[in-house]
C-alpha cells in the first residue's frame, strides 16, 4: 500500500495500448494481456516481484489483425486462452505449444465469412459456463448468445427488442444467465435468462438512467450478485435463488469517488479470520488511486472459521488439459476448502508429470522465500530473471508484425452467419504493411482520403452559408409582406 515509486519496474513489452488483463487461475504467477498491437502476451510474474522492466514475453500469441480487445481463461481446462478482436474472429490457445511465438490457435471459434462481415458481431463480452462446455457473448448488435466453444455452433440467440446487453454473466449453480444493458428508453437494466431459451428473460429489472456500463460479478459460494457501474460511486448488492422473483436486493455501498474498472480478489486470497466475503481493487482514475474494498459479513465471534461463509470453492488446480477438453470432455473445477490447513484430495486424475513437478518447484520456491537471507533471496532473483530472459532472447522466425504465417483453421466451417448489407460492411481485412513500399502506399493513400475529406468539409461550409443566406432573405420578404 502508499504511493508507488514513479520509477517502479513495469512490465511494458507491448507497442500499443493493453486492452485487457487476466490472471492464470491455475498459475498465480502467469498473466495474459492483449493489446492494439494486435498480440496476446503470456507473462511469467517472478516470485520475489517484478525487479525490472519486463519487455519479453513468454508467449507472443500472433493471429489477429486488428486490435485484440477481450480475453479469457478457460475455467477447468489448463493452458487454454480464449481472444476476440476487432477483426471479428475468436480464437483459442493452446500456450503450453512449444515456442516463444504462436502464430496458429488450435480453434477456431468464429472467422469472417467471405472477408465481408458487419459490425455488429464484434464482441463486447464473454463469459465460460461452469466447466467450460458453453460460451455466452454479447456482441454490439447488443444480443446475447450462447455457443459451443469446441466448434462455434450458435445454440441460442436472445431477442434485441425489449433489452439491449452490454455485458453478460454465467450464474454458476442457479443454470441461469445475467446481462446488464439498456432498455429502448435508455434505462440501465439487469435480466435473468434461461440458457437452454433465451426467446425470453425470465426476470428484468430497470435500475436508473445512467449511462454508465454495469459490470456484474457474482459470488457462487453465497449466491451474491454485485453490480457496480462505470462511473458510479456505489456498488448494489442483491442475492440470487432459483425461486421467483429470482433476485433481491440488499443494499449498496456509496463513495464520493467514482470508479473507472474493478479488479476481484479469487476467494482462496480472502481474509477467512475476518469474515471477507468478496474484495474489489477500485480503479478510480481522479486521483490515480487503487482502492482496495472488502466486503465482511459481521459476525460476533472473530477468528473462528465460520462453515456457511466458507463452503468448497473452486480452487487453483485445473480439472484437465487443454488436449482433452479438445476432445470433448467435460470436469466441473477441482474444489478446495477455505478453511486452514485443510487439503482436499484432486478427484480427476493427474495431468502429466511435468505439471507436478512445476507445482513442487514453485511450492519449494515459496518455502525458500521465507528461509533464506536477503542475499540469497535476490541470487535466487537474478537466476529466475535468467532463466526467464533465456528464451525470450530467441530469434522469432519472423518479425512479430508479420501475419502472413497464419493461415485460418480452414477444416472448421464458420457457422457464425448473417447477411451482410451495404451500410454495415467493412472493405476485407488487411494485414499491416511490412515492406517500406507498402507503407508509402498506405500513407499516400491516407493524404488523398483526407484531401477528398477535406474537400467535403470545404463544400459543406459554402452549403451551409447558402442556407443561411435564403433564411434570411426569407424573412426578410416576409416582414416586408406583413
Not at 38 to 49: L, S
Not at 187 to 214: F, M, T
Not at 323 to 334: A, H, K, M, T
Not at 336 to 356: C, H, I, Q
Request: glycine share 6%; charged share 25%.
Amino acid at each position: 500500500t502508499g504511493r508507488v515509486d514513479p520509477q517502479h519496474p513495469r512490465v511494458c513489452g507491448h507497442s500499443g495500448r493493453v486492452l485487457d488483463v487476466k490472471w492464470n487461475p491455475f498459475n498465480d504467477h502467469c498473466i495474459a494481456s492483449c493489446s492494439e498491437d494486435c498480440t496476446v502476451k503470456i507473462w511469467d510474474i517472478p516470485v520475489c516481484g517484478v525487479q525490472q522492466n519486463l519487455t519479453k514475453a513468454r508467449k507472443t500469441l500472433i493471429g489477429h489483425s486488428r486490435r485484440v480487445a477481450l480475453i479469457e481463461w478457460h475455467p477447468t481446462a489448463e493452458n487454454l486462452l480464449l481472444s476476440s478482436a476487432y477483426d471479428y474472429k475468436v480464437l483459442l490457445w493452446d500456450v503450453s505449444q512449444v515456442g516463444a511465438v504462436l502464430r496458429c490457435p488450435v480453434r477456431v471459434v468464429l472467422m469472417p465469412i467471405y472477408h465481408r462481415y458487419p459490425s455488429d458481431t464484434l464482441l463486447l463480452s464473454v463469459s465460460f459456463n461452469n466447466d467450460g462446455s458453453r460460451l455466452a457473448v454479447t456482441s454490439k448488435d447488443r444480443r446475447v448468445r450462447v455457443l459451443d466453444p469446441r466448434t462455434g455452433k450458435i445454440l441460442q440467440v436472445s431477442s434485441s427488442k425489449s433489452h439491449r446487453a452490454s455485458k453478460v454473466l454465467y450464474i454458476g449453480g442457479l443454470k441461469m444467465l445475467l446481462s446488464t444493458g439498456s432498455s429502448p428508453w435508455n434505462h440501465r437494466q439487469i435480466v435473468l435468462w434461461d440458457p437452454d431459451d433465451l426467446s425470453e428473460p425470465l426476470y428484468e429489472e430497470d435500475l436508473d438512467g445512467s449511462a454508465g456500463v454495469l459490470f456484474p460479478f457474482y459470488d457462487p459460494d453465497t449466491h451474491m450478485l454485485y453490480l457496480a457501474g462505470k462511473g458510479d460511486g456505489n456498488i448494489r448488492y442483491y442475492e440470487l435463488s432459483t425461486e421467483k422473483p429470482y433476485i433481491n436486493f440488499l443494499t449498496e455501498h456509496r463513495s464520493l469517488l467514482p470508479q473507472k474498472g474493478l479488479g476481484v480478489m479469487p476467494k482462496r486470497g480472502l481474509d477467512v479470520n475476518t469474515c471477507e466475503v468478496f474484495r474489489f481493487y477500485r480503479l478510480i482514475a481522479i486521483k490515480d488511486l487503487v482502492e482496495p474494498l472488502s466486503m465482511i459479513v459481521p459476525r460476533k465471534e472473530s477468528g473462528i472459521f465460520q462453515e456457511d461463509l466458507y463452503p468448497m470453492t473452486a480452487g487453483n488446480q485445473a480439472a484437465m488439459t487443454a488436449q482433452e477438453w479438445l476432445l470433448g470432455i467435460n470436469r466441473d473445477p477441482v474444489l478446495m476448502s477455505l478453511k486452514p490447513g485443510t487439503r482436499v484430495a484432486n478427484p480427476y486424475p493427474e495431468t502429466p508429470a511435468e505439471k507436478g513437478l512445476v507445482r513442487q518447484l514453485s511450492s519449494l520456491r515459496f518455502q525458500a522465500v521465507g528461509a533464506v537471507t536477503r542475499r540469497d533471496l535476490d541470487f535466487m532473483e537474478e537466476a529466475f530473471l535468467e532463466e526467464q530472459l533465456a528464451y525470450q532472447d530467441a530469434k522469432y522466425p519472423r518479425e512479430v508484425s508479420d501475419l502472413s504465417g497464419w493461415q485460418p483453421d480452414e477444416t472448421q466451417i464458420p457457422l457464425w452467419t448473417y447477411c451482410c448489407t451495404p451500410h454495415c460492411c467493412e472493405p476485407a481485412e488487411r494485414p499491416p504493411p511490412t515492406t517500406e513500399s507498402e507503407l508509402l502506399q498506405a500513407f499516400y493513400r491516407q493524404q488523398d482520403e483526407i484531401r477528398g475529406l477535406r474537400e467535403q468539409l470545404n463544400h459543406k461550409d459554402v452549403r451551409i452559408t447558402q442556407l443561411e443566406l435564403e433564411i434570411k432573405n426569407t424573412r426578410n420578404n416576409m416582414r416586408a409582406t406583413f
